[in-house]
């Protein structure tokens, strides 16, 4: 459940809006058409209708009815895929775009959407991929969206643009990975039940043997793994072939995830030069982001260094630019960091007033339970057994493990009872 909490902002805002990563919030799910009863029925989530079939005879129905294919992609851990389900795809507006236009299915990614996930390297979830009738890729996204026309635009966007890329293969075309790299995907059909990375040498002697660094299982192995420099400098020299074959914004994911192990860096050493370093890439190569990338990378640096003063600064800063509304889940994971690391009583008051805030925008469990812990510390009792006995009710409503939520009910009633 915290581990949800814990989503870095330029992930959230650039890839899922978050693509490499998942919060308390975040990590994320899909769509539709009517189809040949032959291969299949539909299911129907209210308005929008998907094929009931593998996402192998959905690709071959969208080629015959000459539609886009859609995949949504998803686990049965995924929060927000479940949000998506019972928010977005009800929705008539998105219903009745994704019906006319697309043949939609639903593909759990650790059971049979194992191999999709490693050729197009779906990492987080929800994730959504979008194919042309005759199954080449056209684009991929992640991340619950809210609002849903801003949905239905992102799908609009990506099957009108003419800039798509030229992807190397299409959807049912066979590729081989290193085992190493099959390895790193988990599969809950097989033996396999568990992520296992490889070494940086296992890596490098791959590299050796392959000298295209562009090929799909080269850019697999650069986008998902620290490859070293030799590889990433390829790819930094060389970003336009990259681009064109796989995509602006894979291509940024990297960018985004060179610039985080360099901020991994600056969290070890806690050195504001080698903060310096991971801020001045951002600032080469992720352009408009960077500015954001910034703050995101102050805020860790002044947690890390316990400069409670300057991470409130930092927050507020990217609070005011973006919206209180628009940035209910990084706040969440703000509060949930002042409440685990310090009794600052500033930073507390804050914390609870931000807090009080975000449940009143949203009645979302995560943000209950945050509310409620920080109500815990601060002292206020009675208010935060109201709290998490209102974000227990939520959670289970939505099918959630709510344990934590329960542990700290007891050590709420504990201090009501003076114990």
């Known amino acids: 459940m915290h581990a949800l909490k814990t989503s870095q902002l330029g992930q959230i805002m650039v890839f899922i809006t978050l693509k490499l990563a998942a919060p308390k919030v975040n990590t994320m799910k899909t769509i539709l058409p009517?189809?040949?009863?032959?291969?299949?029925?539909?299911?129907?989530?209210?308005?929008?209708?998907f094929f009931e079939g593998t996402w192998k005879e959905a690709a071959a129905e969208a080629k015959l009815q000459n539609k886009y294919l859609f995949v949504d992609c998803f686990t049965d851990w995924c929060y927000w895929c479940k949000v998506a389900d019972k928010e977005t795809f009800p929705d008539k507006l998105v219903g009745d775009f994704l019906n006319e236009n697309f043949v939609a299915v639903q593909v759990d990614m650790e059971r049979e959407g194992v191999y999709l996930s490693m050729k197009?390297?779906?990492?987080?979830?929800?994730?959504?991929?979008?194919?042309?009738?005759?199954?080449?890729?056209?684009?991929?996204?992640?991340?619950?969206?809210?609002?849903?026309?801003?949905?239905?635009?992102?799908?609009?966007?990506?099957?009108?643009?003419?800039?798509?890329?030229?992807?190397?293969?299409?959807?049912?075309?066979?590729?081989?990975?290193?085992?190493?790299?099959?390895?790193?995907?988990?599969?809950k059909n097989g033996d396999q039940k568990k992520r296992v990375n490889p070494e940086i040498n296992e890596i490098n002697k791959w590299f050796s043997k392959n000298q295209d660094y562009t090929s799909e299982q080269a850019w697999s192995l650069i986008y998902k793994f620290n490859v070293g420099d030799k590889a990433n400098n390829y790819f930094?020299?060389?970003?336009?072939?990259?681009?064109?074959?796989?995509?602006?914004?894979?291509?940024?994911?990297?960018?985004?995830?060179?610039?985080?192990?360099?901020?991994?860096?600056?969290?070890?050493?806690l050195k504001m030069e080698d903060l310096d370093v991971a801020i001045d890439f951002a600032g080469k190569y992720l352009g408009d982001g960077s500015e954001d990338l910034k703050s995101v990378f102050l805020i860790q640096f002044y947690e890390a260094t316990e400069n409670w003063v300057g991470?409130?600064?930092?927050?507020?800063?990217?609070?005011?630019?973006h919206g209180f509304e628009n940035h209910l889940a990084e706040i969440n994971s703000y509060c949930w960091t002042i409440y685990l690391k310090t009794d600052l009583k500033d930073a507390m008051y804050l914390a609870r007033e931000w807090m009080k805030r975000a449940v009143e925008t949203e009645l979302n469990y995560f943000y209950l339970d945050t509310y409620a812990a920080v109500l815990y510390k601060s002292g206020e009792y009675n208010e935060a057994l109201s709290v998490i006995d209102k974000a227990i009710l939520v959670g289970k409503d939505n099918e959630q493990n709510v344990d934590e939520s329960l542990a700290l009910r007891d050590k709420i009633v504990s201090a009501i009872d003076g114990k």
């Open 120 to 187: 197009y390297r779906v990492t987080g979830f929800p994730s959504f991929l979008v194919f042309s009738p005759d199954g080449s890729f056209i684009s991929k996204f992640t991340g619950y969206t809210k609002e849903n026309s801003e949905f239905v635009e992102k799908l609009k966007t990506a099957i009108e643009t003419d800039v798509r890329p030229n992807y190397p293969s299409k959807i049912t075309d066979s590729v081989e990975f290193p085992s190493f790299y099959k390895s790193s995907f988990i599969s």
């Open 311 to 321: 991470y409130i600064e930092r927050a507020e800063i990217l609070i005011d630019k």
């Open 236 to 269: 930094l020299d060389n970003l336009e072939i990259y681009e064109t074959k796989y995509g602006k914004s894979e291509v940024e994911d990297k960018l985004y995830a060179l610039a985080y192990s360099k901020l991994d860096t600056a969290l070890n050493t």
């Open 34 to 49: 009517l189809f040949v009863a032959c291969l299949g029925f539909l299911s129907t989530s209210a308005q929008t209708k």
